[in-house]
């Protein structure tokens, strides 16, 4: 185990509702990224935090959006679902960001969004 | 912008076989290489990373991977599987300054039979 949690393990929603996404970061890392990880594909890099800011991000709409709390936590936020937003969505931590990160990265098991 | 191909999308092997995942990028600038596992309903495991220095890196579970930068090339190797090394396999990519923003593969799932 990685020490990364994310809650809920699965979940079904509608298109054009929102979904928030927990993540308890490994402990001692500051810094969480999530992914999405579609059917069949490679994981997606959605965007970055580190010290509570958004430091990097992916090719992926506003509506995907995220927070960071003084524990290092994180949640990802999306709105207005589409069906295409169906997927893994995958959060990892790390103990260090940009050049300082050697890149390894410590994944949760993943919330499995269905959209309808 | 880097991207990376893993021709291989599914590689059935049988038991104490050797096995190889290719993985090609492509990158204007220098790059990190990473070799992620992820078994079945589980998330992803780093199995071995190319930062600088020698070629050939190592995983403490028998997997190796050599980095060919005229090739463009990680390709991951194991002289001899085992049933439980049944996963898909991820090859990723990162610029020095992009973080921990990874560029990752397709994928290849590999199927070791006995």
């Known amino acids: 185990e990685t020490g990364v949690t994310q809650s809920p393990t699965h979940l079904i929603k509608t298109r054009g509702q929102q979904v928030t996404l927990r993540c308890s970061s490994q402990s001692g890392h500051n810094t969480v990224s999530w992914y999405q990880q579609a059917l069949g594909q490679g994981p997606q890099f959605i965007f970055q935090?580190?010290?509570?800011?958004?430091?990097g991000r992916g090719n992926f709409p506003p509506r995907f959006s995220g927070l960071q709390f003084p524990n290092y936590s994180s949640e990802l936020n999306v709105n207005a679902l589409e069906l295409d937003d169906s997927a893994l969505y995958l959060c990892a931590s790390s103990s260090a960001s940009g050049r300082l990160s050697t890149g390894e990265l410590f994944f949760g098991e993943g919330s499995r969004l269905t959209v309808l | 912008a880097q991207s990376v191909t893993q021709l291989d999308s599914q590689v059935p092997v049988f038991e104490e076989a050797p096995v190889e995942l290719r993985c090609n990028y492509s990158s204007s600038v220098s790059v990190y290489l990473f070799w992620y596992v992820q078994y079945p309903n589980q998330g992803l495991q780093l199995l071995l990373k190319?930062?600088?220095?020698?070629?050939l890196v190592e995983s403490i579970n028998g997997f190796e991977a050599e980095f060919n930068k005229s090739q463009t090339s990680f390709h991951l190797r194991k002289p001899s599987v085992h049933i439980s090394d049944t996963a898909e396999y991820f090859c990723?990519?990162?610029?020095?300054?992009?973080?921990?923003?990874?560029?990752f593969g397709g994928g290849t799932r590999v199927l070791v039979k006995p």
């Open positions: 935090y580190y010290r509570e800011e958004e430091n």
């Open positions: 190319y930062l600088s220095g020698s070629t």
């Open positions: 990723a990519v990162r610029t020095k300054a992009a973080g921990n923003k990874l560029t």
